[in-house]
């Protein structure tokens, strides 16, 4: 089953569904708790997309699912009106994927489901929920990345690499965040933001995120968990151009995929620095970006940069 869910969620980039708010003949079905359904969203991540190398970030798929009492393009004030339902997946590997190297990160696949709440106080924003994870041989991804490198005629990870993987564990995992957004004038704006993250890894973080264009203004807005990158996840969505910038750094206090028991130092603090576009038509929507992610751990001789991408057709 495990490996079912793994193929879904990682194989799927293109949804029909896209951001759109569900039809009114489905959203009966589709209501919590008198709450009605309010859209999808999703982020693809590979580091083949960005500096074309199979190492370390290299892969995630995540999806949000909000519900909630209708939509006003703003969030409610009060927690657990809203109601996102989030699915992911990510593979981490080594630099090679044939050849065990003791002081490299070792191979870990995670997949991961929680229930997630937002709101509003004033002029800042809040996001906070909980996840389940599971990690290991037990999520099947080990055998999907080999499928798909078979596929393309490239080595997949060899028996020696996932012999030496992080070990099947299931995990809880709590994640908050706090944002405001401050227009700049025209169609500019800056959204500084704080994260907090406990349970696979335990880290704060500080960022912001610049945006020029109409995206994210009355939207609902989810924030990819390895770029950074917020994704559009609902209804209201104006079409043009937009471009966003940003950066942020962590401290990270711990990770269960660099276990120090294994010998592995985390590097004093963790950056990522991001550039993207999104074009909103009539009925399709295309998101690409860039990002730039430090080294992680202190045995990782280079920071690696990653592409994001995001496909919506609507017909």
Do not use: C
């Amino acid at each position: 089953m495990l490996r079912r869910i793994a193929a879904f969620m990682l194989g799927v980039v293109l949804s029909a569904q896209g951001g759109t708010a569900a039809p009114e003949a489905e959203k009966s079905s589709w209501e919590i708790g008198g709450r009605e359904y309010l859209g999808f969203g999703s982020m693809f991540v590979n580091d083949l997309l960005g500096d074309g190398k199979d190492r370390w970030r290299t892969g995630s798929y995540g999806t949000s699912r909000f519900w909630g009492y209708g939509w006003n393009g703003q969030l409610p004030a009060a927690p657990g009106d809203l109601i996102e339902l989030r699915i992911g997946g990510e593979i981490l590997s080594p630099a090679s994927l044939t050849k065990h190297m003791p002081m490299d990160r070792p191979w870990a696949g995670m997949l991961s489901a929680g229930l997630h709440t937002q709101f509003q106080r004033q002029s800042t924003e809040f996001s906070m929920g909980g996840d389940i994870l599971a990690l290991g041989p037990q999520t099947g991804l080990d055998h999907l990345q080999g499928a798909i490198h078979d596929l393309f005629g490239f080595p997949g990870p060899s028996d020696e690499v996932r012999a030496n993987q992080i070990p099947n564990k299931w995990m809880v995992r709590f994640v908050g965040e706090a944002g405001r957004d401050f227009e700049l004038g025209g169609q500019a704006s800056l959204r500084p933001f704080v994260e907090t993250r406990l349970g696979d890894e335990n880290l704060v973080r500080a960022g912001v995120d610049f945006t020029l264009g109409q995206f994210g203004r009355g939207e609902l807005m989810s924030r990819d968990w390895v770029t950074g990158n917020r994704y559009r996840s609902g209804p209201n969505q104006e079409k043009g151009v937009s471009f966003v910038v940003g950066a942020d750094v962590a401290k990270v206090f711990s990770s269960v995929y660099l276990p120090k028991d294994r010998g592995y130092d985390l590097t004093d603090l963790r950056t990522r620095v991001r550039a993207g576009v999104h074009w909103q038509g009539k009925k399709h929507h295309l998101f690409y970006g860039l990002t730039y992610l430090s080294e992680e751990f202190e045995m990782q001789y280079e920071g690696q940069v990653v592409g994001a991408i995001r496909l919506d057709f609507h017909f």
